[in-house]
């Protein structure tokens, strides 16, 4: 059963705007911390960023810092990620995911507990 459902990913041209969305189906992620992964074509996945259950916290990885925000209303089965002045090298599969710990976030994927579908980003120049 799919927990968690990605949308709003597409063909878009450098220096443009997507806002990803991502929500739970079936059961609450309420109190997990909740954020996002990209996996470009033969490349490792890698961390993009991440919120605690209540929106206070965030941490992004240096490539998309000041360009990303990810945002969570408090408490809620749901998270979003908007991407501004996008690049080539951003384009990739992008994957939500849930875990009980923020930290695993930063550590290793392959700790984390849910995992979406994922949505694909594309990043013409």
């Known amino acids: 059963q799919v927990q968690l459902v990605e949308s709003g990913g597409g063909l878009v041209q450098a220096g443009a705007s997507l806002r990803l969305s991502c929500t739970a189906s079936?059961?609450?992620?309420?109190?997990?911390?909740m954020g996002w992964y990209r996996q470009a074509p033969g490349k490792e996945r890698e961390f993009v960023a991440v919120t605690d259950w209540s929106g206070g916290s965030a941490y992004y990885a240096d490539s998309v810092k000041g360009r990303f925000t990810i945002s969570r209303p408090y408490g809620k089965d749901a998270v979003y990620l908007e991407m501004n002045s996008l690049k080539p090298e951003d384009t990739a599969v992008y994957y939500c995911a849930a875990d009980s710990s923020i930290t695993e976030f930063r550590t290793d994927y392959r700790y984390l507990e849910v995992w979406g579908q994922g949505t694909l980003v594309t990043v013409s120049s």
């Open positions: 079936g059961r609450t992620f309420s109190s997990y911390a």
